[in-house]
């Protein structure tokens, strides 16, 4: 039975973690070989699916009825779609209802959504009755090829997002890109910009992909998609596989997202994390040219690549607010390097460390002249 996922697979992926290694399915269709992938990687007859309540009706109902079909006892779980649910407050409703559903220590957790389901039905996973398995069944462009890999689960609070959390590799994830055609395109084209930060650090091949058939992949075609989803997951998985737990080479997927999470800070989190890091690593490329450590022409192939992904090429957001978000991200860090630049289109530069310091005034130019446009 399980050759048959394999054989219906575009790619399956092995993912290598401490908890165990883990299978990464990957093509369109597969969601109906959920109950196949349970039975054989987390096999328990009861089951926690969980998801937003914008993906359950659509998608995660219907997981649900399937696994009930093959005789599991289901208990199927919703919370109001948004970042806004990526809180304690969740996790309690959550974890209250599946000790009221008598849940023991046997279950697992199927979680069916975009990344806040895969963020918080991971945690919940994690800490319910100290850990049971999860399975991940990503809906989003983002937690197909972002979220769904190197098993970080968590929660936002007051002081800032994903401060709470735990390590919780899945048991397996399936990605069915045919699922991609119900997100809405603006979502799509945002976590396509995670897929581009995958090639400009790590493949030249994969950045050209994405940028060749952004049409295609915005467009939500199942097979392209599955393609890029696939060759992300590959490159990602590498890193996590050689630096699970983030102390060296793991930095590397940080590319864009020192000053991408200053304007995202900066604009009240108005705009899209996508949208947000696709400017951070048009800067941080800047930086890089400025600074004679990349190659020079990287920024315009990036602004290409990107052109079709964010939402316009200039961003309503206050600059000396973005610096003092930098600021005081530097301050946290005790001062410590934290750009991630490149070297050229697929690969990052690697001097010292992989983060470089990048002196304030150099920082400030970087900013202000991304977010006044590109
Ligand atoms: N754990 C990680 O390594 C990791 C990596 C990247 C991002 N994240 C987290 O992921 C979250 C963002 O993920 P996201 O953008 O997927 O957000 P999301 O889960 O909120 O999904 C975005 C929207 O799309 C809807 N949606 C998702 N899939 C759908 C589908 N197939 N059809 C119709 N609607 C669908 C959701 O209901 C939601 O309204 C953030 O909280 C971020 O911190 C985690
Ligand atoms: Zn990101």
Same mark, same amino acid.
């Given at each position: 039975?399980?050759? /048959? ?20 399915? =990957? ?27 914008? =993906? ?11 696994? =009930? ?103 397996? =994830?399936?990605? /069915? ?8 395109? *603006? ?55 050689? &630096? ?5 080479? *793991? ?38 040219? *400025? ?26 957001? &206050? ?9 005081? &991200?530097?301050?946290? *860090? ?41």
């Amino acid at each position: 039975m399980i050759n /048959d996922i394999h054989r219906a697979a575009y790619a399956t992926i092995e993912i290598r973690a401490a908890a165990g290694d883990y299978p990464v399915f =990957v093509g369109p269709g597969l969601l109906s070989r959920l109950p196949v992938v349970v039975s054989t990687y987390a096999p328990s007859e009861r089951l926690a699916v969980i998801s937003d309540d914008q =993906v359950g009706p659509i998608h995660g109902a219907a997981a649900a009825e399937a696994l =009930v079909e093959v005789g599991h006892d289901v208990t199927f779980l919703t919370f109001p779609e948004g970042e806004g649910s990526k809180t304690r407050k969740s996790w309690s409703m959550l974890t209250d209802e599946m000790l009221n559903a008598g849940l023991g220590r046997d279950c697992t957790v199927v979680a069916v959504g975009g990344g806040v389901t895969t963020d918080l039905a991971g945690f919940v996973a994690a800490t319910y009755l100290r850990g049971v398995p999860v399975v991940q069944v990503p809906t989003s462009t983002l937690a197909m090829i972002d979220a769904s890999v190197g098993g970080k689960t968590g929660i936002d609070v007051r002081a800032g997002k994903n401060l709470v959390g735990a390590f919780h590799a899945p048991c397996a =994830v399936i990605a /069915d890109t045919a699922l991609l055609t119900t997100l809405d395109a *603006r979502n799509r084209a945002e976590g396509l910009v995670e897929a581009v930060k995958h090639g400009a650090i790590l493949s030249e091949a994969h950045f050209d992909m994405i940028a060749h058939s952004a049409e295609a992949l915005i467009g939500a075609d199942p097979d392209t998609n599955a393609a890029c989803v696939a060759a992300s997951v590959r490159l990602k998985a590498d890193v996590v596989a050689r &630096d699970e737990f983030e102390g060296g080479l *793991r930095q590397v997927l940080n590319f864009g997202h020192t000053i991408g999470h200053a304007i995202e800070a900066a604009a009240e989190y108005e705009i899209g994390h996508g949208r947000a890091v696709a400017f951070g690593m048009i800067a941080e490329a800047r930086i890089g040219e *400025r600074l004679g450590v990349t190659e020079v022409g990287t920024t315009d192939r990036l602004m290409a690549a990107l052109m079709s992904l964010t939402d316009g090429t200039s961003l309503d957001v &206050d600059p000396s607010e973005a610096l003092r978000f930098l600021k005081a &991200d530097k301050k946290v *860090r005790a001062g410590r390097a934290r750009y991630v630049l490149l070297r050229r289109i697929g690969e990052v530069a690697h001097d010292d460390g992989w983060a470089h310091d990048v002196d304030d005034a150099t920082a400030r130019v970087a900013v202000t002249e991304v977010l006044s446009g590109w």
